[in-house]
């Protein structure tokens, strides 16, 4: 099966463009103008390849307060929330309306990643696996065909032996898988079945650009590819030429 080849420089600019556009104010909170926001997003940034992020959905449909969830039960129940499904469905039908030929992306938080970002209590193995099926399930509901890649985002290491029914869609469905790891899931090497994995503190095949980078600039990690996260706080000015310069520098 063919599979989209990854940019050597993968680019995350949903929360700098939030903040940039949109004055801070979550898009998804309008599903019907999230497709405007985005082709924004792409225009700036000259992105060829553009992040849908269900992370930020889900939270634009919990509202001011998206984290305090009392316990994962809860948050499996607002996976499984129609309104939710319909919402993010909506949303990516006027994205892809919106971008025409450019690339698409899922980008979902894994379930250790969810827990942190939405529940106001630790849990245990068991509720990262029933998580995991819950994102999975999202993914499948709201799958659209066009989009060539899931990436998934997890900083929770016991979270990574659960990831599989992750990539399994994505093969399914036949998208590029990638990881991005973060904190304590860096040093993993748990996780391997995705196409390429991306790591802090990494000079191997994928890495995370270090967010002292956009600040100090100098070279970036020896890696084939590199996952950028662009700064929030980061003027418009700064990170155009900060990307110029390092699209310049993995020429």
């Keep these: 099966m063919f599979l989209s080849a990854v940019p050597r420089l993968w680019i ?12 801070g104010e979550n898009p998804w909170a309008v599903p019907e103008q999230v497709g405007l926001y985005y ?26 307060a998206p984290a305090g969830l009392a316990d994962a039960a809860a948050l499996e129940k607002l996976l499984g929330d ?37 529940l106001t209590g630790a849990v245990d193995e068991d509720a990262l696996d029933d998580l ?20 998934v985002t997890e900083e929770d290491p016991r979270a990574l032996e659960f990831l599989s029914p992750l990539t399994n869609v994505a093969a ?27 790591r802090e503190a990494s000079a191997g095949d994928g890495a995370v650009l270090p967010e002292a980078w956009w600040s ?19 003027t418009p000015e700064d990170v155009l030429a900060r990307l110029s310069d390092i699209a310049r520098k993995m020429a």
């Design 12 to 23: 995350d600019g949903m929360e700098f463009g939030v903040r940039v556009l949109r004055g």
């Design 39 to 64: 082709r924004e997003l792409a225009s700036l940034l000259s992105l060829d390849t553009v992040d849908i992020d269900i992370e930020a959905a889900i939270a634009g449909f919990r509202g001011a």
């Design 82 to 118: 129609p309104e939710l499904e319909a919402r993010i469905s909506k949303g990516i039908e006027a994205i892809m309306g919106a971008l025409g030929e450019r690339a698409l992306a899922l980008s979902v938080p894994g379930p250790g990643r969810l827990a942190r970002q939405f």
């Design 132 to 151: 995991s099926l819950a994102i999975t399930a999202l993914v499948r509901a709201v799958f659209r065909p066009g989009i060539a890649f899931l990436r």
């Design 172 to 198: 399914h469905y036949g998208c590029t898988s990638l990881l991005v790891l973060l904190g304590e899931a860096a040093a993993s090497d748990e996780a391997t079945a995705f196409n390429i994995i991306y």
């Design 216 to 234: 100090d600039g100098g070279l970036p990690p020896e890696a084939h590819s590199l996952y950028a996260k662009i700064p929030p706080g980061g």
